[in-house]
């Protein structure tokens, strides 16, 4: 975890694989609430790639591709 002036940079990682994810939301709470959404998303199966895509977007106001 890397604090930024303008946010947060963090790695979310399972057993298989290590994605890097930047949050403009400062503070290490955001980091908490990612990971949690990214555990509720990996219960269901959803592939980390699109976790992480879906986090990097979640900032921006942008829905990753595929999103509902």
């Known amino acids: 975890v890397t604090e930024r002036p303008d946010g947060i940079d963090f790695t979310l990682a399972t057993a298989a694989e290590e ?4 949050l403009i939301t400062p503070g290490r709470f955001s980091v908490y609430n990612a990971l949690g959404a990214a555990a509720c ?3 269901l199966g959803i592939p980390l790639s699109v976790v992480a895509e879906a986090l990097r977007g979640a900032d921006d106001g942008h829905a990753p591709a595929g999103a509902a």
């Open 41 to 43: 998303a990996n219960a």
């Open 19 to 22: 994605l890097p994810v930047r």
